[in-house]
């Protein structure tokens, strides 16, 4: 039976990828040998690094517009300790926009570092919506937000204004849409929602927003460090490298953002719809916040949740669960999902309604 899998992450990827990867992990460019063995110093390996950085600036337009893309170990969990440390002066402040778990697990390790503005939150209201209309203080070192909140279901549509540096976590739905990622300063993504398996984080920083911090940063967390060492001060993780890299052809092929962005909205279209539809189910999140990535939802009557659970598993559904912090269910339908998928779960909560 074919899967449809909606797991939040790791989550679904090509068929194509895998398959590249498999053979990759058996005999790798024909070498005789297993990516896995070979050194990350040979030039076949570093020729995979150095594609992978550059189709990363390509697919986000910013190539040659002063940024360097990293491929770095710890997750973006790591990236929340990185970042106050690189582009927090000592004696400074940044700026946090509270929109979830993980935006307050960021806000948490930057106030070891200095003083932390928290400029909005919406976890009053069980983070439901993106705030609006915070002010961002002018002499903050930068401001940092979270694009795609897999948890609770939302997305920033837009971004603010602002003559601070701005740092976003785009780890659920980097490559998912069009953007002017120039307005940016630094991007961080895990890989393992729309890129590759987990393992590694993509790192997008403007070079020039660096070294003004007036703090000793050891080299381990020092983006400078990485990208004068092009992201080989220590041992890339080269299979999740490699499979990110595999990642991005395919999206480059398939037509780059612009083109798995309109996949993408038929598929949020296509979801919501029957949510709005549907009187058995209820979303969870203000309309005009949805995310594209992670559509969250809940049944109305709690009673039917044997009989749901039932029927969206034996048709091949998988990773429907909402998170354990929250429950319901959350379909997440990042860039490799296919509609079909979409339309069989559309189709499953049809027929509930339709036997009760």
């Not at 785009?170 to 993504?189: E, N, V």
């Not at 895990?190 to 703090?215: C, D, F, H, S, Y």
Request: glycine letters at 8%; hydrophobic letters at 40%; aromatic letters at 10%.
């Amino acid at each position: 039976m074919k899967k449809h899998n909606f797991s939040a992450g790791p989550c679904i990827l090509p068929q194509e990828v895998f398959e590249k990867a498999a053979q990759a992990v058996l005999n790798f460019n024909d070498m005789g040998l297993s990516l896995l063995e070979i050194s990350h110093r040979d030039k076949a390996f570093v020729a995979v690094m150095e594609e992978a950085r550059a189709l990363a600036l390509d697919l986000l337009g910013l190539t040659g517009k002063g940024y360097q893309a990293l491929f770095l170990q710890g997750g973006a969990s790591m990236e929340f300790l990185r970042i106050p440390y690189n582009l927090m002066r000592v004696d400074g402040k940044a700026a946090y926009l509270d929109t979830g778990t993980w935006a307050s697990g960021a806000i948490k390790e930057a106030k070891a570092f200095g003083e932390t503005v928290v400029v909005a939150s919406s976890k009053p209201e069980n983070y439901n919506h993106i705030p609006t209309g915070y002010a961002i203080p002018e002499d903050a070192d930068y401001f940092h937000c979270t694009s795609n909140n897999t948890i609770f279901g939302t997305q920033m549509k837009s971004f603010p204004e602002t003559n601070v540096p701005v740092v976003c976590d785009m780890s659920s739905d980097i490559f998912s849409r069009t953007l002017d990622f120039s307005k940016f300063d630094l991007i961080y993504a895990g890989a393992q929602k729309n890129m590759g398996p987990a393992g590694v984080t993509l790192i997008v920083v403007k070079e020039e927003i660096l070294g003004k911090t007036g703090r000793a940063i050891p080299n381990i967390m020092n983006y400078q460090q990485h990208i004068d060492k092009e992201s080989m001060y220590n041992t890339p993780p080269v299979f999740a490298v490699y499979t990110s890299l595999l990642t991005m052809q395919w999206l480059k092929n398939l037509g780059g953002i612009a083109a798995i962005e309109k996949l993408n909205e038929a598929k949020a279209q296509l979801i919501y719809n029957e949510i709005d539809r549907n009187p058995l189910f209820k979303g969870t999140t203000v309309k005009e916040d949805r995310s594209n990535m992670n559509a969250t939802f809940l049944l109305v009557d709690e009673s039917h949740k044997e009989k749901f659970d039932s029927m969206w598993k034996a048709a091949g559904i998988s990773g429907i669960n909402g998170h354990r912090s929250v429950g319901g269910y959350r379909a997440s339908m990042y860039n490799a999902l296919p509609i079909e998928s979409v339309q069989v779960l559309v189709d499953i909560m049809k027929e509930l309604e339709k036997s009760i």
